[in-house]
């Protein structure tokens, strides 16, 4: 993945469809490639994609995830980031060729330059601990590293449901009432459309407002515990 270190990122945007060379390079694409065409085949691939960490708490890629390239920083965290550097300037906090490279810096900065939201594609491809892209995202495939196919569908068997909610002592997940039998409902951690599975370390029992207030959201506290 050093192969990508010297390239930058400076717009990535699936939602409005400005992808960046490095995107389309890592993705295996020309950057003469349209981007509708690269946006098409990228959500194909990353249709059932789940990040490692969702399911076996930790990043099976370690320091990797440091060689893939961060998403952009939006205008508004440029601008502060730049007057935070004006006011280390007035203070004398850089001397010498640091100092010189900061002075270029302000000098030269365009606020024109950074976008002013990043995707929400972008936002859940990225990592949490690390800010990188997540490598599954260009890599990912709707099987498990098994024989057997990851189970992509809303559909939880009964008897699953029951070991769920026994678990969870009808207790539901989000707002901690105490529920009644007809009251639960069965909620994915990490959505289906987020590449969640169906299986039991992916379910909890919720009340049907909770349930249905979350979404199709991702409950991140929940999973880096």
């Known amino acids: 993945m050093q192969i990508y270190s010297h390239l930058s990122v400076s717009s ?7 992808l960046d060379v490095v995107i389309k390079y890592m993705l ?4 003469n490639t349209p981007d509708k065409v690269i ?14 960490c969702w399911e076996i708490r930790y990043c099976p890629y370690g320091p990797l995830v440091e ?18 550097l004006k006011e280390q300037l007035d203070k004398g906090v850089y001397t010498g060729p640091k100092r010189e490279f900061f002075e270029k810096n302000v000098k030269e900065f365009d606020p024109s330059e950074y976008p002013e939201r990043r995707s929400k594609l972008e936002e859940e491809c990225s ?8 490598p599954v995202f260009f890599i990912s495939e709707p099987v498990t590293e098994t024989k057997e196919p990851r189970r992509v569908s809303k559909y939880v068997p009964r008897d699953m449901a029951i070991r769920v909610v026994r678990r969870d002592g009808n207790i ?16 994915h951690i990490v959505p289906v459309s987020k590449g969640g599975s169906t ?6 029992a919720t009340c049907k407002e909770c349930n249905r207030s979350k979404k199709d959201r991702i409950d991140f506290g929940l999973i880096e515990r």
Not at 39 to 52: D, L, Q, S, Y
Not at 199 to 204: A, V
């Open 127 to 134: 990592c949490i601990p690390y800010g990188h892209f997540c």
């Open 67 to 84: 060689d893939l390239p961060m998403p952009r920083i939006t205008r508004e965290e440029a601008i502060k980031h730049n007057e935070f």
């Open 28 to 31: 295996g694409f020309t950057p």
């Open 172 to 187: 539901c997940q989000i707002c901690g009432r105490l529920l009644l039998d007809r009251e639960i409902q069965i909620d």
């Open 12 to 18: 990535f945007d699936v939602v409005s469809g400005l």
């Open 39 to 52: 946006e098409k085949e990228w959500k194909r691939r990353i249709r059932n994609v789940c990040k490692p």
């Open 199 to 204: 299986t039991e370390s992916n379910l909890r």
